[in-house]
């Protein structure tokens, strides 16, 4: 393991073309392969942590076959820490949370979470890898939404991943947003969305798709509330 981390995380060759070897895909390819063998899950099971730093470092390389092997090695620690396949459904109809998983189980993986959003918003509008490397962890966040102590640090940094000049960008941090709103607060959270005609029109977009799911969460919910008091409602002539 030590040999092949290492081996993962040495910088490439400053140009690389197309057939160049690549050791650092090779290593990653096996990574994800150890993982993902059940008999090797207890002797794996003490370096998910690492791994998953190691993986996230690659999702912002320049070349995109680290990248690519850096994604699917994040999608295979995911999948070993949520105990089922959920992470390879990564569809965006719908979001689904797992009630299994804490993030007191992976330590250290909210601050990856955080620290990927971070470099996403940072370089917000310019061609690069780190809008990429953003999408693990809003598609993680929608399955597991973070502790109430760091709800609102991690709200703000996908609202700002919804001001991105990427459409594809703004549409997942919206529905991002939504799992990080708390059913208690989503009408004052809503209404501090509103946008104004002062933002630039990906800003306004963004925000609005938020308030779309949001208020679309909020309708489901009272529709669903309605229907459960007509049930327990005995008849008239009861």
């Not at 569809?91 to 689904?96: A, F, L």
Request: glycine letters at 4%; aromatic letters at 4%; proline letters at 6%.
């Amino acid at each position: 393991m030590a040999d092949l981390k290492a081996e993962a995380e040495a910088p490439p060759a400053q140009k690389v073309s197309f057939g160049d070897p690549l050791p650092q895909v090779h290593a990653l390819n096996c990574l994800r392969a150890i993982f993902l063998n059940t008999v090797l899950g207890t002797s794996s099971e003490r370096h998910i942590t690492t791994c998953l730093h190691l993986a996230a470092n690659c999702l912002t390389s320049n070349i995109w076959a680290i990248r690519n092997c850096g994604l699917m090695l994040f999608k295979a620690l995911i999948d070993r820490l949520l105990g089922s396949t959920d992470s390879q459904n990564w569809s965006d109809e719908s979001i689904t949370r797992s009630s299994r998983f804490t993030y007191r189980d992976a330590p250290g993986l909210l601050d990856i979470i955080i620290k990927l959003l971070q470099r996403s918003t940072e370089q917000l509008d310019l061609e690069s890898t780190a809008v990429e490397s953003a999408f693990p962890a809003l598609k993680l966040l929608q399955r597991v939404p973070p502790p109430p102590g760091s709800r609102t640090e991690i709200r703000d940094l996908v609202v700002e991943l919804c001001s991105s000049p990427h459409w594809q960008v703004r549409e997942m941090a919206a529905r991002t947003h939504l799992a990080l709103v708390e059913q208690e607060n989503s009408v004052s959270i809503i209404t501090s969305l509103l946008p104004s005609m002062s933002l630039c029109q990906n800003q306004i977009h963004g925000q609005l798709l938020c308030v779309r799911y949001a208020v679309s969460a909020v309708c489901q919910n009272q529709a669903r509330q309605g229907v459960t008091r007509k049930l327990s409602t005995p008849p008239l002539n009861a």
